[in-house]
Structure formats: structure tokens, C-alpha cells
């Protein structure tokens, strides 16, 4: 049974940081790309980034191109989302999902067929 389990999730001011991770279980880890997307409530779940399998190529949505990094462990079977600059409108659920498909370009939910529970993440004062 593939499990995907996020962590780090939590309230923050404005302008602080989070790491999300994501550890992978029942998959080999390094066959898959990787991903992060996010909920809002009342909102439609939206791409946040990619990861290709290898490590070698990311892929980040404009609105947290240059605050936020994805990164993998392949040996340890875990995903990261390193958060900077952190603002009120990046206040979701967020969640990691894996698929074979890695585009580079663009970020789309059916390239992915395992996900995560979620981890809150709420950016307030």
C-alpha cells in the first residue's frame, strides 16, 4: 500500500518560514516525480511545484517562484517544501502527490495518482 505522509505544517506570521516534508512508503520513491499542491478552503487545489525523479529538474508555480524550494531525498524516501517569505494568501492545506509524469512545465492533479492527507499551513498575525 502506497502511503505519502506529510509533516511541518502550522501557524506562522507573515514573512516567517516553514519546511514541509513528505515521507513516501509502498513505492519505489525514485521512480516517481514528485509534488506539491495546496487547498484553500473555497478554492480549487492549485500546482505549488514539481520534482522530477532524479532531483535534476524543478518546476515552481509563478506564485511562489523565488520564495519556496523543493528538494528530495531519495535515500531517506522524502519530499520537501522549504517556505520563505510566507504571506497570508499561501494559507492552505497542502499536500505532496506522486505520478510517473514529470512535464517540466506545467503542474497538473491527473499527472498524479498518489497523495497525501495534508498538512495545514496557516500564514496570520
Known amino acids: 500500500e502506497v502511503q505519502l505522509v506529510e509533516s511541518g505544517g502550522g501557524l506562522v506570521q507573515p514573512g516567517g518560514s516553514l519546511r514541509l516534508s513528505c515521507t513516501a512508503s509502498g513505492l519505489t ?4 516525480a514528485m509534488a506539491w499542491f495546496r487547498q484553500a ?3 480549487e487545489r492549485e500546482g505549488v511545484s514539481c520534482i522530477k525523479w532524479s532531483g535534476d529538474s524543478t518546476y515552481y508555480s509563478d506564485i511562489v ?3 519556496f524550494t523543493i528538494s528530495r531525498d531519495n535515500a531517506k524516501n522524502t519530499l520537501y517544501l522549504q517556505m520563505n517569505s510566507l504571506k ?3 494559507t492552505a492545506m497542502y499536500y505532496c502527490a506522486a505520478g510517473r509524469n514529470y512535464r517540466g512545465n506545467a ?3 491527473d499527472d498524479f ?3 497525501g492527507l495534508g498538512t495545514q499551513v496557516t500564514v496570520s498575525s
Open 65 to 67: 517562484k523565488g520564495r
Open 113 to 115: 495518482g498518489y497523495w
Open 29 to 32: 520513491f525514485d521512480d516517481y
Open 41 to 43: 478552503p473555497g478554492k
Open 107 to 109: 503542474l497538473r492533479p
Open 88 to 90: 497570508p494568501e499561501d
